[in-house]
């Protein structure tokens, strides 16, 4: 399985977010807000993948 939902950092803030991989201009949001710590974009890409934040984790682990 391929990432297709990835975090990132906003420039000059603390704050991250999720982002389709394809379109990585638009954040995305799910049931965490759009912007916020690393951990809850972390589970809105994993949110947005269709899979568990821990199946994610292992996913990103692998593609490192």
Known sequence: MKITFDVAKEKGSKRYYAFDV???????????PTYG???DALHNAAENMGI???EYMKLRRVAA
């Open 37 to 39: 710590t690393k951990k």
């Open 22 to 32: 394809e379109n990585p201009d638009m954040p995305v949001s799910g049931n965490k």
């Open 52 to 54: 568990p934040y821990k």
